[in-house]
């Protein structure tokens, strides 16, 4: 294995390279735009022989790439913030629809105000659209989940689109070693898509997109409800076989030193790095603390999570995210589909800093169970 | 001309008795054929054709939204593409809201970027399917449930969009107007569409019986008038080379086109007059 130094924006184009798509709709937008740009040289280098759209708005980047899905191929498109935003509509569309479309989200704010950096509010206000959800903690985990999303969204009993989100300038302007895959190796694991269906096909009639009244569209929403949760299945079988053939395990949720843990952490994305050096600290200091790392959101690893933290007094949920007047939304789900009471809090909105002192102190904070929602990193001055 | 006698759009469809929308899908599914994908814009036609589980469409066919049909249609071509089914026809159809107003951003960048698709603008002159509301291209003093007549107005204060000289401005290979009463004009103009290399664009005024005012078994004649009174001209921009397809052998009055229709019923013999001379400048210059 050579391990090459890249951002997981080139992490996550190595990766489409890999999965080899027919279509590629992509519009710039920061802090995305190096996986469009990386995906453009690989097709101007001949390295991949997509066809390369260069649509005039993330609407049509999602529209493009849900048309080509119509037509039974592998595709792929990338955005960010206002760019997903501006997706919204087609969002529901794809899933409704039952494409398989892998789309990598560069988690960046919602505006206003106007941000360019950081935080997960985009990608969790697209979350009741029936997509999948990774969220990346690193390059290495971006480019392996683009590959597992494809091999789960095709498979015949899913046919759900995913979204592999990676944290804005934090993971997508960031270097780390990655190994990239043997091309070999990634056609095992991922082989042509291949429908079951003649979609689009003259030679096979069929209708896509048709007009639906309350006799069926609830049947349409309710079988998106059985695949999104039979995808779980397909999920650990996708991860066992990646792990067997490539040698890294991934699961719905991390637990890093929360086995025997008092107080455990939950979060999701690139400031779980950050977190485990703050455990080791504690733990350092005899205090048994730990992290419970989310990393498959969507669908929502109930059990999983429940069973990580239920042995513990005191659980702090961080959230990269704000539903207004309600709380973070990783928070308030544990706590509506589990038997805990866990805290919340709000941290890192817009690209604000997230030191090892305040998850120190998000640590003490959780060590008092309020079940309420604190925000974290504030400026005082600014208030 | 020989027409083929096989249909690609079923009857039984939902349509209104006399949509001029179905006829105009008719006649240009005959001319491309069976190795034709078609995208729909919502609207009309599409919720006309579609009431699941049952579809008029004997050709694949593919709805998303109301304003992406081109968007939609850009990645079907590229898939197709990309499978090297280079002979499978793309044809859009949209309707004047979704092509004039809320599908223009989308059907630019494709026209722009030079998909190999056929998009024809089904244009009734108002938003039909949510109940007759103006747009883009609803002609000047038609009384819309958004541009209604009254004591202030006389109905829509604002010209027609010329959508085929937007497209033009794109500067595609092919590019024409036809009116579904013309079937033999804009049934060439389909086959023509078909043949070029590259986007084609077609603008296709179809009245409605519904949103115009009329009684269903004239809408072949509402479309006669509009042409033969020189409210809608058919031409054909092919390769910048612009010419006019059909020209009335004399001009008829204007009124007869607006008498006939309930939405501009309320409009003063001033307004007819006024929308009279626009039409004879544009006809003098195109020498119609």
């Known amino acids: ?48 022989s997509a066809e390369y759209i260069r649509v005039e708005s993330e609407h049509s980047a999602i529209s493009a790439a849900l048309g080509a899905s119509g037509t039974g191929v592998r595709v792929f498109t990338a955005t960010s913030s206002q760019g997903l935003a501006l997706m919204h509509e087609i969002i529901f569309a794809a899933a409704g629809l039952r494409a398989p479309i892998v789309m990598a989200d560069a988690n960046r704010a919602l505006s206003a105000p106007l941000s360019i950096w950081n935080d997960q509010q985009d990608s969790i206000s697209e979350r009741d659209s029936g997509w999948m959800q990774v969220y990346a ?53 991922l082989p042509p898509y291949k429908p079951d269906h003649a979609y689009l096909d003259p030679k096979r009639p069929m209708s896509i997109g048709t007009f639906t009244d309350p006799n069926y569209y609830m049947e349409a929403r309710h079988d998106m409800e059985l695949a999104l949760e039979g995808a779980k299945d397909v999920i650990a079988n996708a991860n066992a076989e990646f792990a067997e053939i490539f040698g890294r395990k991934y699961d719905f949720i991390e637990k890093y030193r929360s086995d025997d843990a008092d107080t455990i952490i939950v979060a999701m994305g690139s400031i779980c790095s950050t977190i485990k050096d703050v455990v080791d600290e504690h733990r350092d200091n005899g205090e048994k603390v730990g992290l419970v790392r989310v990393r498959v959101f969507r669908p929502f690893p109930t059990e999983e999570i429940y069973d990580a933290i239920k042995g513990a007094s005191n659980v702090g949920v961080l959230d990269k995210n704000i539903s207004f007047s309600v709380g973070g939304v990783l928070h308030n789900e544990i706590n509506a589909k589990m038997d805990v009471k866990a805290n919340g809090f709000i941290v890192g909105l817009g690209g604000r800093d997230i030191k090892p002192t305040h998850i120190s102190e998000i640590i003490e904070k959780t060590k008092n169970t309020t079940k309420t929602t604190q925000w974290i990193g504030l400026n005082k001055e600014e208030l | 001309m020989e027409i083929p006698e096989k249909e690609f759009l079923a009857p039984g469809h939902r349509a209104c008795a006399g949509c001029g ?62 499978q090297g089914k280079t002979d499978t026809t793309v044809v859009v159809f949209g309707g004047d809201g979704g092509t004039a ?9 494709a026209m722009e970027r030079g998909h190999n698709l056929i998009y ?18 609803t002609p000047y003093g038609a009384s819309t449930t958004t541009s209604p007549h009254g004591k202030e ?36 103009k389909v086959k023509k569409a078909s043949e070029i290399e590259g986007p084609a664009y077609i603008h296709l005024q179809q009245p409605c019986t519904t949103g115009w005012g009329y009684s269903p078994e004239k809408t072949i004649e509402l479309g006669r008038l509009a042409v033969e009174t020189g409210s809608w001209i058919l031409y054909e921009i092919e390769e910048g080379e612009f010419k006019v397809t059909y020209r009335p052998l004399q001009r008829r009055a204007v009124k007869e086109y607006l008498n006939a229709q309930k939405r501009f ?22 020498k119609v």
């Open chain 2, 21 to 82: 929308a179905t006829i105009g899908v008719r006649l240009a599914l005959k001319m491309l054929g069976e190795n034709t994908v078609a995208i729909s814009a919502t609207g009309c036609l599409e919720v006309i054709t579609t009431p699941y589980p049952e579809t008029s469409w004997e050709i694949p066919w593919m709805h998303v939204a109301f304003e992406n049909a081109a968007a939609v249609a850009s990645g079907v071509e590229s898939a197709l593409k990309s």
């Open chain 2, 120 to 137: 024809i603008c089904y244009d009734n002159e108002a938003y039909m399917n949510t109940g007759i509301q103006r747009s883009g291209s």
């Open chain 2, 101 to 109: 107003d809320i599908g223009l951003q989308a059907l630019s960048g």
């Open chain 2, 153 to 188: 107005s006389f109905g829509e204060d604002r010209p027609k969009k010329n959508m085929p000289m937007i497209m033009a401005a794109h500067g595609i290979p092919y590019i024409a107007t036809a009116s579904i009463s013309y079937p033999e004009d804009f049934m060439k």
């Open chain 1, 137 to 189: 903690e690193n390059g290495q985990e971006a480019l392996d989940s683009i590959l597992i999303a494809y091999r789960v969204s095709e498979d015949h009993s899913v046919l759900l689109p995913s979204m592999v989100c990676i944290d804005g300038f934090i993971l997508t302007h960031t270097v780390d070693p990655v190994d990239v895959p043997e091309k070999g190796d990634v056609d095992k694991f």
């Open chain 1, 1 to 48: 294995m050579v391990l090459k130094v890249m951002s997981a924006n080139q992490a996550i184009a190595e990766a489409v390279k890999l999965a080899n798509p027919n279509v590629i709709p992509v519009y710039p937008i920061t802090p995305q735009t190096t996986i469009s740009e990386y995906l453009a040289k690989f097709v101007a280098d001949g390295e991949i």
């Open chain 2, 265 to 286: 019923k309320h409009l003063t013999e001033l307004e007819k007059d006024r929308i009279q001379s626009h039409v004879d400048a544009v006809c003098i210059e195109l």
